[in-house]
């Protein structure tokens, strides 16, 4: 290794330009070396490009970084054998080789969180378990806040850890300073203190996993690069190499920020969407005095930096405004590994570091390391098996979070290809959360510009992405937006939030972002009320819509055996039902249409489009007489909402739109105005009266101005997706994704009429609930209605907030939103008996308890129910009223 030129420059902006004067004209070369030595190869089984590979494997997993080491070990561990390994270069030379090495559970999601703690202990052990030093060192670490709403946020991520048993206390800046001896407190309001998180050498880990993962009879072949994939009749059956054939069954893509490409040079293209970026860190020559390997990490996400202890010295990095993408295709790893430094591009970044720490103006600089780290759209990593190859797995995109995702992502991923499904829910990282919309390059690098800068950004509830917008939009975008419409994106599918009635300040709007009470209060709830008192028009188009039909009896077969509720009924029905695994639980929750004797028109959530259609598909037969379609795309879908939209509708059909003539839950093609064909259904989606109208996209936009124009004579006007939610909420009404996941029973939600026992066919999961029904509930579904809470002064709500029962941690919300009818918050959420306590729930265990929601580390009381309150609060609030109009006339 050569000798750091740089020794004699301090980090001090008095030296700064000068520093930036010798790069700028060759006066000095850094050494390119990572944050540990060149990784090393000997592991028993690592084998160099002059062994012969196999002919065929099980499972051939291509990328040997941190990420594809821990998929083999933990398939080795679950007793997988024929398992290769294959590494373009030197396993661990690219992005595990520059990895910060800082392991820290201070994560966005719980699942996150999860994955980060297992992978703490993972590497806690490894060393007593393969022999080899993994460099482990338990430091801690400090989230610090430079404003209150920060200091909120970490609060509320503290409440949420100490859910899933994670150690981590809120402390003032004095702590600080006496867990650090660097740290500038002066600006600090507080911080929070991870104990348990710390620092690895991160080549050794994979070293380490890759020779325990040899112990078990991994093969690992390094120099050894993936061409494509081969697949025959949508499943893998090999992978083509420079260096020849494996025939295998299963494949998996740990290739880092070549998982895009790779995913695309397949024989059968598959949708990777991730997208890399220069990210930089700082390195330092030793402090005088020596800064203890054992101080704590610093991440000061409001000054965009992370600090740990290195050699004496530190190690400074950070998540920058304008980030710099890599361009990937056609450059092979040694020229991504060997990118050049960027004095300029680090100055403010360096800038914040000095000022958290001004100590080290004087100290000498040792490197500027330039690393590749990948991002993906939302800023969570890709996982599981890919919707159109059966047996092509995927683990990549790990945003910076590589090292402590990896081993609790090794984990979930094994587990995933050895029983079926992991052993947590991990839909938030499912790969099939993205479409092939979101594999656009462009797309990408617009997008991961903006991610990269929102690792360390202040995230309120509801915030929305800025790029890559209007990608999919309704026929009615444009008048919904001149009408003042704000909106959010689902799926890429823009979506109304609510709008703004002229007058008030858009941008003001915009810019509202709090953690208490939002500026469009107001504004939601005079849509909700309209909804309750005369009608409103939701556009609900983003919903997944797919046909399912059949020459014979098929479609009606496959549904039944798909789905828990009897589909065997008139045509014109309308039936809810979840789609269920073998465990009971929720693979999809979805309103089903029978159209005609053997055709099915079935609803299903917006990000359900890719993931539902995989679903069905697995399960559908080979046979050419069955046919599925995704018509998402060929009906703009409104909801009109409120006891006056059968008065406009009659008017535009001339049909009488009464309960006497359109039962509930029906479903009928009808005229509206001059369109035919278009499907009227009576259902609403929140419990309201009304109907969903299916429109054929031609027809959309004279649909809809002729409801817009009956409609004003009974107070229409438009809606969105926030008074939507406040009205399903308050109706106890689960929605899948939110408050349903693929561990959520039927029976644990109170949905039990929904499944029907006795019919005919065997339908999945039931085997699993007839258990479950004799046994009973370990868990149960719940509304929360909080009782002494001011909604204009104190946190709201929104999700993922403990909850207490008897003082004791009993569970969590799954969301949450406030009541315009009850006119306070309501929580939905799932609750379980305390440990020591017998393990089935009652009615009785519900009703006896004293419950509590623990908001950002304040507990309000609140009263739990397993039915909605809706009929109470609306006997108290008539009862108010009559009271008041006694009272006025009395005066």
Not at 486 to 493: A, D, L, N, P, Y
């Given at each position: 290794?050569?000798?750091?030129?740089?020794?004699?420059?301090?980090?001090?902006?008095?030296?700064?330009?000068?520093?930036?004067?010798?790069?700028?004209?060759?006066?000095?070369?850094?050494?390119?070396?990572?944050?540990?030595?060149?990784?090393?190869?000997?592991?028993?089984?690592?084998?160099?490009?002059?062994?012969?590979?196999?002919?065929?494997?099980?499972?051939?997993?291509?990328?040997?970084?941190?990420?594809?080491?821990?998929?083999?070990?933990?398939?080795?561990?679950?007793?997988?054998?024929?398992?290769?390994?294959?590494?373009?270069?030197?396993?661990?030379?690219?992005?595990?080789?520059?990895?910060?090495?800082?392991?820290?559970?201070?994560?966005?999601?719980?699942?996150?969180?999860?994955?980060?703690?297992?992978?703490?202990?993972?590497?806690?052990?490894?060393?007593?378990?393969?022999?080899?030093?993994?460099?482990?060192?338990?430091?801690?670490?400090?989230?610090?806040?430079?404003?209150?709403?920060?200091?909120?946020?970490?609060?509320?991520?503290?409440?949420?850890?100490?859910?899933?048993?994670?150690?981590?206390?809120?402390?003032?800046?004095?702590?600080?300073?006496?867990?650090?001896?660097?740290?500038?407190?002066?600006?600090?309001?507080?911080?929070?203190?991870?104990?348990?998180?710390?620092?690895?050498?991160?080549?050794?880990?994979?070293?380490?996993?890759?020779?325990?993962?040899?112990?078990?009879?991994?093969?690992?072949?390094?120099?050894?690069?993936?061409?494509?994939?081969?697949?025959?009749?949508?499943?893998?059956?090999?992978?083509?190499?420079?260096?020849?054939?494996?025939?295998?069954?299963?494949?998996?893509?740990?290739?880092?920020?070549?998982?895009?490409?790779?995913?695309?040079?397949?024989?059968?293209?598959?949708?990777?969407?991730?997208?890399?970026?220069?990210?930089?860190?700082?390195?330092?020559?030793?402090?005088?005095?020596?800064?203890?390997?054992?101080?704590?990490?610093?991440?000061?996400?409001?000054?965009?930096?992370?600090?740990?202890?290195?050699?004496?010295?530190?190690?400074?990095?950070?998540?920058?405004?304008?980030?710099?993408?890599?361009?990937?295709?056609?450059?092979?790893?040694?020229?991504?590994?060997?990118?050049?430094?960027?004095?300029?591009?680090?100055?403010?970044?360096?800038?914040?570091?000095?000022?958290?720490?001004?100590?080290?103006?004087?100290?000498?600089?040792?490197?500027?390391?330039?690393?590749?780290?990948?991002?993906?759209?939302?800023?969570?990593?890709?996982?599981?098996?890919?919707?159109?190859?059966?047996?092509?797995?995927?683990?990549?995109?790990?945003?910076?979070?590589?090292?402590?995702?990896?081993?609790?992502?090794?984990?979930?991923?094994?587990?995933?290809?050895?029983?079926?499904?992991?052993?947590?829910?991990?839909?938030?990282?499912?790969?099939?959360?993205?479409?092939?919309?979101?594999?656009?390059?462009?797309?990408?690098?617009?997008?991961?510009?903006?991610?990269m800068p929102l690792l360390y950004e202040l995230k309120v509830p509801r915030w929305d992405f800025q790029t890559g917008r209007q990608l999919r939009t309704s026929p009615l975008y444009d008048r919904l937006d001149a009408q003042g419409a704000r909106w959010m994106e689902k799926h890429g599918f823009e979506r109304a939030k609510y709008f703004v009635p002229a007058g008030k300040d858009l941008l003001a709007l915009d810019q509202s972002k709090t953690f208490y009470k939002p500026d469009?209060?107001?504004?939601?709830?005079?849509?909700?009320?309209?909804?309750?008192?005369?009608?409103?028009?939701?556009?609900?188009?983003?919903?997944?819509?797919?046909?399912?039909?059949?020459?014979g009896d098929q479609a009606l077969e496959l549904l039944q055996h798909l789905c828990a509720n009897d589909l065997d009924v008139p045509v014109g029905h309308i039936v809810h039902t979840g789609m269920l695994n073998e465990r009971g639980g929720y693979e999809n929750d979805c309103s089903v249409v029978r159209i005609n004797k053997n055709s099915f028109f079935i609803i299903s959530p917006t990000d359900q489009q890719v993931r539902c259609w995989a679903w069905i598909k697995q399960h559908?037969?080979?046979?050419?007489?069955?046919?599925?379609?995704?018509?998402?795309?060929?009906?703009?879908?409104?909801?009109?909402?409120?006891?006056?939209?059968?008065?406009?509708?009659?008017?535009?059909?001339?049909?009488?739109?009464?309960?006497?003539?359109?039962?509930?839950?029906?479903?009928?093609?009808?005229?509206?105005?001059?369109?035919?064909?278009?499907?009227?259904?009576?259902?609403?989606?929140?419990?309201?009266?009304?109907?969903?109208?299916?429109?054929?996209?031609?027809?959309?936009?004279?649909?809809?101005?002729?409801?817009?124009?009956?409609?004003?004579?009974?107070?229409?006007?438009?809606?969105?997706?926030?008074?939507?939610?406040?009205?399903?909420?308050?109706?106890?009404?689960a929605f899948w994704g939110q408050d349903l996941d693929t561990f959520t029973t039927p029976l644990e939600c109170g949905r039990e009429f929904r499944v029907k026992f006795d019919k005919d066919t065997d339908f999945l999961g039931r085997d699993a609930l007839l258990r479950q029904r004799q046994e009973g509930v370990s868990r149960r579904f719940i509304m929360l209605v909080l009782e002494d809470h001011d909604c204009e002064l104190d946190l709201w709500p929104w999700w993922g907030e403990?909850?207490?029962?008897?003082?004791?941690?009993?569970?969590?919300?799954?969301?949450?939103?406030?009541?315009?009818?009850?006119?306070?918050?309501?929580?939905?959420?799932?609750?379980?008996?305390?440990?020591?306590?017998?393990?089935?729930?009652?009615?009785?265990?519900?009703?006896?308890?004293?419950?509590?929601?623990?908001?950002?580390?304040?507990?309000?009381?609140?009263?739990?129910?397993?039915?909605?309150?809706?009929?109470?609060?609306?006997?108290?609030?008539?009862?108010?009223?009559?009271?008041?109009?006694?009272?006025?006339?009395?005066?």
């Amino acid at each position: 290794m050569r000798s750091c030129v740089r020794s004699t420059r301090a980090l001090s902006p008095v030296f700064f330009p000068r520093l930036l004067l010798d790069v700028r004209h060759g006066g000095a070369e850094v050494a390119q070396r990572g944050l540990c030595c060149s990784p090393r190869s000997s592991a028993a089984g690592v084998e160099g490009s002059s062994m012969p590979l196999p002919s065929q494997a099980r499972v051939v997993i291509c990328g040997g970084g941190i990420v594809g080491t821990s998929v083999a070990y933990h398939l080795a561990k679950l007793g997988w054998t024929e398992v290769v390994l294959l590494e373009q270069g030197r396993l661990g030379a690219g992005t595990t080789r520059l990895c910060a090495g800082i392991v820290s559970v201070a994560k966005p999601i719980s699942i996150e969180s999860k994955m980060a703690d297992y992978s703490n202990t993972l590497y806690e052990h490894l060393e007593e378990e393969t022999g080899v030093k993994t460099g482990y060192m338990r430091t801690g670490s400090l989230c610090l806040a430079q404003n209150q709403d920060r200091f909120l946020s970490l609060k509320r991520l503290a409440s949420r850890l100490k859910v899933i048993g994670i150690s981590c206390n809120v402390i003032k800046p004095k702590d600080v300073a006496q867990l650090h001896p660097l740290v500038n407190i002066h600006d600090l309001v507080g911080a929070l203190h991870l104990p348990g998180d710390a620092v690895v050498s991160p080549p050794d880990v994979s070293h380490a996993l890759a020779v325990a993962a040899a112990s078990h009879g991994v093969m690992i072949h390094e120099r050894t690069s993936v061409n494509h994939v081969m697949v025959e009749r949508g499943h893998v059956t090999g992978v083509e190499t420079d260096r020849g054939p494996i025939e295998c069954e299963y494949f998996v893509n740990c290739a880092g920020q070549w998982a895009y490409e790779l995913g695309q040079a397949s024989e059968v293209k598959v949708s990777v969407p991730l997208h890399g970026c220069e990210h930089f860190y700082l390195l330092t020559k030793p402090l005088q005095p020596l800064l203890q390997p054992s101080t704590p990490v610093v991440m000061d996400m409001d000054g965009r930096i992370y600090v740990r202890a290195w050699q004496g010295g530190v190690l400074s990095g950070g998540f920058e405004k304008n980030p710099k993408p890599i361009f990937t295709e056609g450059r092979n790893q040694l020229e991504i590994q060997n990118m050049q430094e960027d004095w300029d591009h680090f100055e403010p970044m360096l800038g914040a570091l000095l000022r958290r720490m001004p100590n080290l103006d004087a100290c000498e600089i040792h490197q500027l390391v330039n690393c590749p780290e990948s991002f993906t759209p939302d800023m969570r990593c890709l996982m599981g098996e890919t919707p159109g190859v059966h047996g092509y797995f995927v683990l990549a995109g790990m945003n910076s979070s590589g090292l402590s995702f990896a081993g609790g992502a090794g984990r979930y991923l094994a587990e995933w290809m050895t029983y079926g499904y992991p052993t947590a829910n991990v839909w938030p990282l499912d790969i099939t959360r993205f479409g092939s919309l979101q594999s656009s390059r462009t797309f990408l690098r617009h997008r991961v510009m903006e991610v990269m800068p929102l690792l360390y950004e202040l995230k309120v509830p509801r915030w929305d992405f800025q790029t890559g917008r209007q990608l999919r939009t309704s026929p009615l975008y444009d008048r919904l937006d001149a009408q003042g419409a704000r909106w959010m994106e689902k799926h890429g599918f823009e979506r109304a939030k609510y709008f703004v009635p002229a007058g008030k300040d858009l941008l003001a709007l915009d810019q509202s972002k709090t953690f208490y009470k939002p500026d469009w209060f107001d504004i939601v709830g005079a849509e909700v009320k309209c909804c309750k008192e005369a009608v409103c028009v939701i556009d609900m188009s983003s919903f997944t819509k797919f046909e399912l039909s059949s020459t014979g009896d098929q479609a009606l077969e496959l549904l039944q055996h798909l789905c828990a509720n009897d589909l065997d009924v008139p045509v014109g029905h309308i039936v809810h039902t979840g789609m269920l695994n073998e465990r009971g639980g929720y693979e999809n929750d979805c309103s089903v249409v029978r159209i005609n004797k053997n055709s099915f028109f079935i609803i299903s959530p917006t990000d359900q489009q890719v993931r539902c259609w995989a679903w069905i598909k697995q399960h559908m037969p080979n046979d050419p007489q069955l046919h599925l379609e995704d018509v998402s795309w060929k009906y703009t879908a409104l909801n009109l909402i409120g006891p006056r939209a059968m008065d406009v509708l009659s008017e535009l059909s001339y049909v009488s739109m009464t309960p006497e003539h359109f039962p509930s839950l029906f479903c009928k093609e009808m005229s509206v105005g001059y369109a035919n064909g278009i499907r009227v259904m009576s259902m609403t989606h929140t419990g309201e009266p009304g109907f969903m109208l299916y429109i054929p996209i031609e027809y959309a936009l004279h649909v809809y101005n002729e409801v817009m124009s009956v409609g004003q004579k009974y107070g229409i006007r438009n809606a969105g997706y926030y008074a939507l939610r406040s009205l399903r909420i308050e109706k106890f009404f689960a929605f899948w994704g939110q408050d349903l996941d693929t561990f959520t029973t039927p029976l644990e939600c109170g949905r039990e009429f929904r499944v029907k026992f006795d019919k005919d066919t065997d339908f999945l999961g039931r085997d699993a609930l007839l258990r479950q029904r004799q046994e009973g509930v370990s868990r149960r579904f719940i509304m929360l209605v909080l009782e002494d809470h001011d909604c204009e002064l104190d946190l709201w709500p929104w999700w993922g907030e403990p909850i207490y029962r008897n003082g004791e941690l009993a569970g969590v919300t799954t969301s949450s939103a406030y009541s315009y009818t009850l006119e306070r918050h309501v929580c939905l959420g799932f609750v379980s008996p305390p440990s020591g306590a017998p393990p089935v729930i009652t009615p009785d265990f519900i009703n006896r308890g004293d419950y509590e929601v623990d908001i950002a580390g304040q507990r309000y009381p609140a009263k739990a129910k397993l039915y909605p309150f809706s009929s109470l609060f609306a006997q108290q609030r008539r009862r108010k009223d009559d009271m008041e109009l006694s009272n006025f006339q009395g005066k």
